[in-house]
């Protein structure tokens, strides 16, 4: 499966594709913005008490997932009106060390905008959006440690 760039300014999906990061990070570019910021995140060769991770399956309730982006973009939209492009992308299936399994870009005229709106993306998504991690690692396999509970995305504030 190959991502294409949607025609509007939100690009969201759950894939099992390697993630186009280049791409993401054009798509993010607007005339009207000054700051676009990328965050990649990528399997790591550890984990909290568990040294040697070798591979990350990664698991979503898709639809469910989607819709969660879609939720999350409106709110940083609520929250930072002018915010150009937003990108969210997430694989799934199993990922060796180094690949990367999330990214998201935000654009805004300015930078701290920009950054305010991307930290809070990849904090909400890794708190709000269904998608689940099983790690394997040098002394066994297990769900992720630092997996939380999955809450609600706030209701959107319009001020």
Same mark, same amino acid.
Request: glycine letters at 10%; proline letters at 6%; a negative charge.
């Given at each position: 499966?190959?991502?294409?760039?949607?025609?509007?300014?939100?690009?969201?999906?759950? *894939?099992?594709?390697?993630?186009?990061?280049?791409?993401?990070?054009?798509?993010? $570019?607007?005339?009207?913005?000054?700051?676009?910021?990328?965050?990649?995140? *990528?399997?790591?060769?550890?984990?909290? /008490?568990?040294? /040697?991770?070798?591979? #990350?399956?990664?698991?979503?309730? +898709?639809? $469910?997932?989607?819709?969660?982006?879609?939720?999350?973009?409106?709110?940083? +939209?609520?929250?930072?009106?002018?915010?150009?492009?937003?990108?969210? #992308?997430?694989? *799934?299936?199993? #990922?060796?060390?180094?690949?990367?399994?999330?990214?998201?870009?935000?654009?805004?005229?300015? +930078?701290?905008?920009?950054?305010?709106?991307?930290?809070?993306?990849?904090?909400?998504?890794?708190? *709000?959006?269904?998608?689940?991690?099983?790690?394997?690692?040098?002394?066994?396999? /297990?769900?992720?440690?630092?997996?939380?509970?999955?809450?609600?995305?706030?209701?959107?504030?319009?001020?």
């Amino acid at each position: 499966m190959v991502l294409i760039p949607p025609e509007g300014a939100d690009w969201l999906a759950v *894939t099992d594709a390697s993630l186009p990061v280049a791409q993401a990070l054009d798509f993010a $570019g607007d005339p009207s913005c000054g700051g676009v910021v990328c965050f990649c995140g *990528t399997v790591r060769d550890h984990a909290e /008490g568990r040294p /040697g991770v070798e591979t #990350l399956t990664y698991e979503a309730y +898709r639809e $469910g997932a989607e819709r969660a982006l879609g939720e999350l973009a409106a709110a940083a +939209r609520a929250r930072w009106p002018e915010l150009g492009r937003l990108v969210m #992308l997430h694989r *799934t299936g199993t #990922l060796v060390v180094g690949e990367v399994a999330v990214v998201v870009v935000a654009s805004a005229p300015h +930078r701290n905008e920009a950054f305010d709106a991307a930290r809070y993306l990849i904090d909400e998504l890794k708190r *709000t959006v269904p998608i689940w991690k099983h790690e394997r690692w040098a002394g066994g396999s /297990g769900w992720s440690e630092c997996a939380e509970p999955l809450s609600a995305q706030p209701a959107i504030e319009l001020s």
